[in-house]
């Protein structure tokens, strides 16, 4: 079993539609818990990290852990095309990091 | 401009053959790190460095060496390179205190035959 499973997608969406991406942990001793986003051909960026439950919001971006369920989400609001790319959660442990295989997401104009 | 460089980009090389993949920060950042990318299992760890002379093994170290014998440069070196690690590889830095990787390079898409 992985550490971190993540749905590959792909997933497309009409512009303007909510985006809810999401991902789950086996390991309860993940510390930090990221979103990137990776566009093609590029590294990842990092989109937002939270250590607590509850949510993180960034402009059109929320970030919500559920430590109880070991699950994590990225919603994104007002999606627009520039927002098409992969987005990998991640976690860590110490000074580790352990990644999702991303979500391919499409935002259709 | 803030910025992790990786060279080179694309590499095609043989098995057996060592090879050296550079990467270099800009931003005096004290944390590092080696990622592969492979489909299906995304980005696994390889190695990270806390700081000059501080390196430690990630999720998969095996058949990789690194140093950090300057805070700006990390090198990722395969003395024996094998088909098995033809792969995608990301160089990382990190100023904040928790080490989230922050800044990544392009990449280096290595092809060992």
């Known amino acids: 079993q992985k550490e971190v499973e993540q749905d590959p997608g792909p997933l497309s969406v009409p512009e303007g539609a909510i985006v809810s991406l999401n991902c789950t942990y086996s390991?309860?001793?993940?510390?930090?818990f990221m979103w990137y986003r990776q566009y093609s051909r590029k590294g990842p960026e990092l989109l937002m990290y939270?250590?607590?439950?509850g949510n993180k919001e960034d402009g059109r971006f929320t970030a919500q852990v559920d430590k109880s369920s070991k699950y994590i989400s990225l919603f994104i609001r007002d999606s627009q095309p520039s927002d098409s790319a992969t987005y990998l959660c991640a976690m860590s442990l110490g000074n580790q990091f352990y990644f999702g295989t991303g979500t391919s997401l499409t935002v259709i104009p | 401009e803030a910025q992790v460089t990786q060279n080179p980009r694309y590499l095609i090389t043989v098995t057996g053959k060592k090879l050296t993949v550079t990467c270099s920060q800009n931003?005096?950042?004290?944390?590092m790190s080696w990622y592969r990318q492979d489909p299906g299992l995304g980005l696994r760890q390889i190695y990270y460095?806390?700081?000059?002379?501080?390196?430690d093994k990630g999720d998969v170290p095996e058949g990789y060496k690194v140093s950090r014998k300057e805070k700006r440069n990390f090198p990722l070196i395969l003395e024996s390179p094998s088909p098995n690690q033809t792969s995608l590889y990301f160089c990382a830095s990190s100023s904040d205190r928790y080490n989230q990787p922050q800044h990544f390079g392009d990449g280096t898409r290595l092809s060992i035959l």
């Open positions: 390991n309860s001793a993940f510390q930090y």
């Open positions: 931003m005096n950042h004290e944390y």
């Open positions: 460095s806390m700081n000059v002379e501080v390196t």
């Open positions: 939270t250590y607590s439950s």
